[in-house]
């Protein structure tokens, strides 16, 4: 099974916690996540709230040769992919990914604690409350 990682990249440190322990239980070859795009991948060793602050601020983000790589990639490869794991807390552009998931028929996981109720949530097929759950799992 191949995996997309739907993840904050301000939750850096627990996106590659489970973006490391997936690639070891899964291979490397069937896990991508925004950390494997050529146009952000150097982002990744930077301060996340920095490199955020930098991404939000991009003017012209519309026309943006950079803004339009990253989306291109990132959407290339969830249409390859069986499964797209959303992982907590997740910002507006992982729960937008994790959208078209269900859209196309993908199989949904949820990896965090939900705080509250989230009737929509209801497109996942798993639930895991931390990342070693969801590992364990497989």
Not at 10 to 33: H, I, P, S, T, W
Not at 90 to 114: D, P, Q, W
Not at 122 to 130: G, V
């Amino acid at each position: 099974m191949k995996y997309f990682i739907a993840l904050r990249w301000r939750n850096k440190d627990k996106a590659l916690e489970l973006y490391d322990k997936l690639k070891q239980k899964a291979g490397k070859d069937n896990v991508y996540c925004c950390f494997d795009n050529k146009y952000s991948s150097h982002l990744v060793e930077q301060d996340p709230e920095e490199t955020m602050k930098d991404f939000e601020n991009i003017k012209d983000w519309r026309n943006d040769e950079f803004v339009k790589n990253i989306f291109k990639t990132d959407l290339d490869e969830l249409k390859k992919t069986d499964a797209v794991i959303l992982l907590l807390p997740a910002g507006r552009s992982a729960h937008m990914e994790i959208g078209i998931a269900y859209g196309l028929g993908k199989k949904c996981i949820l990896v965090g604690k939900t705080e509250e109720t989230e009737s929509l949530y209801l497109i996942f097929d798993e639930f895991y409350d931390t990342i070693d759950d969801f590992i364990n799992s497989l």
